[in-house]
């Protein structure tokens, strides 16, 4: 997956650096005591703002000189991407939001910025930035929980309920989505033995408390799957069949004494309590509100069904409605109209051939997460690409980039002795003397 060596050494650092800062500065949204969100200019957008010409003018160069990016921006799922933001131009030129126009421009500079990191940088490099990336931004949201509680606990109001949780650097559920895609490539990169077993379980075990003190149901499930994913030539073992054997010897015990208590239907609501928010169960069945949110989403697309409204509108849309339409199929039709509401469905078919065709186990991993995390959340084509839309991207590339030099794998060519990442390995082989 490298480029020519003598455009790489200089262009890979900084591809490293911009994937970095668009981890950690494009999701930023500070608010004091969970106000609104706003659309406007301040400090947060200017940062926004600058990281994203720094990666447009990274992305542009790629497509410039290079011939493999351009060949995978040709490519039908790069097509679809750039097809989608192409219909979103009609609503962002209306003038209905501010925001619509750029953030349109940014996303298609990011399509194009993924394309030449694809190009230029290994698979591992890109999973150290990433990890940085989202280390930086969960740190930032514990400093401000501790040390600026006003900006750093997000309190969530549910009827008579209030809710505190992790966010300070942006929503927690944003805050959630940023830890689990580190937790993820923390793994891939322990799985491969690119990171010793001491610094991945200090890695895994800070993002996975950061992820519980989000309390984003979307992403603990969305993250445990993408992990079960991850690591399912580890369960395929004689190990892994044994715990798995034990665990559905437990299950099936614990159901055992469930019906013979006679009272499954009081323990089941109780349990189904004791996960939502409120401990009303309830709650489960309304996604926490989302039925009404995806009816109000669908009630808007109605009117505007062609054009769509453009990137920032459901901020002053959706008011009441937690200001998103929580689903990426909704909120690709809310920016761009119908049409692209069915092109996302397309992609989601790739990204679900991603996930089960295995070739590169970290992709499928991430793959599984967008697509559970974007049924519940505007995961991806975020105004300012975070780390979710920048997964998203990648998931969509990166096959096509490995198709294309089926040689490329996440280690370095140089190491000999080094395992793909992509390969099943028996770790327990001790390895031949030389």
């Not at 208590?261 to 323990?267: A, C, H, P």
């Not at 679900?352 to 995390?373: D, K, M, T, W």
């Not at 794998?409 to 390969?423: A, G, K, Y």
Request: overall charge negative.
């Amino acid at each position: 997956m490298d480029a020519d060596s003598d455009k790489g050494s200089f262009l890979g650092p900084m591809l490293f650096f911009a994937i970095v800062l668009s981890v950690f500065i494009c999701p930023l949204n500070m608010s004091k005591e969970g106000e609104l969100m706003e659309v406007g200019l301040d400090w947060q957008v200017a940062l926004k703002l600058a990281v994203s010409a720094f990666s447009a003018m990274l992305g542009l160069w790629g497509v410039l000189t290079t011939t493999g990016v351009r060949r995978v921006l040709l490519s039908i799922p790069a097509c679809i991407l750039i097809l989608i933001l192409l219909l979103a131009f009609p609503s962002a030129l209306s003038g209905f939001s501010p925001s619509a126009l750029p953030a349109t421009l940014i996303n298609l500079s990011y399509v194009a910025f993924i394309a030449t990191c694809l190009a230029y940088l290994k698979e591992k490099t890109f999973f150290y930035a990433i990890v940085l990336g989202t280390l930086a931004a969960c740190g930032f949201a514990w400093i401000l929980y501790f040390l600026m509680p006003e900006f750093g606990v997000f309190k969530e109001f549910l009827g008579s309920v209030t809710v505190e949780r992790l966010g300070g650097h942006a929503h927690p559920n944003s805050v959630g989505r940023t830890a689990a895609i580190g937790l993820l490539a923390s793994a891939a990169l322990w799985r491969d033995r690119r990171i010793s077993t001491p610094i991945a379980f200090w890695l895994v075990l800070a993002f996975s408390v950061t992820i519980a003190f989000t309390i984003s149901r979307t992403v603990i499930g969305g993250t445990g799957i993408a992990l079960a994913a991850l690591f399912m030539d580890r369960l395929k073992t004689r190990a892994g069949i044994q715990w798995m054997m034990l665990g559905g010897f437990v299950g099936l015990l614990a159901l055992f004494l469930l019906i013979a208590s006679g009272n499954e239907g009081d323990t089941i609501a109780k349990l189904a309590g004791s996960v939502s928010k409120t401990g009303d169960s309830t709650e489960l069945t309304t996604g926490t509100g989302r039925v009404a949110i995806w009816a109000e989403a669908i009630r808007l697309i109605s009117e505007k069904p062609i054009t769509g409204y453009g990137f920032g509108a459901a901020q002053a849309l959706m008011l009441d409605f937690s200001q998103s339409t929580h689903n990426m199929f909704l909120h690709a039709a809310m920016v761009a109209g119908v049409v692209a509401g069915a092109l996302m469905i397309c992609l989601a078919l790739w990204l679900v051939n991603v996930a089960f065709a295995g070739e590169f186990r970290p992709i499928s991993a991430l793959a599984i997460f967008v697509l559970i995390s974007g049924l519940f959340e505007d995961t991806v084509l975020e105004t300012f690409p975070g780390p979710a839309t920048l997964s998203f991207f990648v998931c969509c590339l990166c096959p096509l980039r490995r198709h294309e030099n089926a040689q490329d794998t996440i280690v370095d060519s140089d190491e000999d002795d080094d395992l793909p990442l992509e390969e099943d390995h028996d770790y327990d082989r001790p390895r031949q003397p030389r």
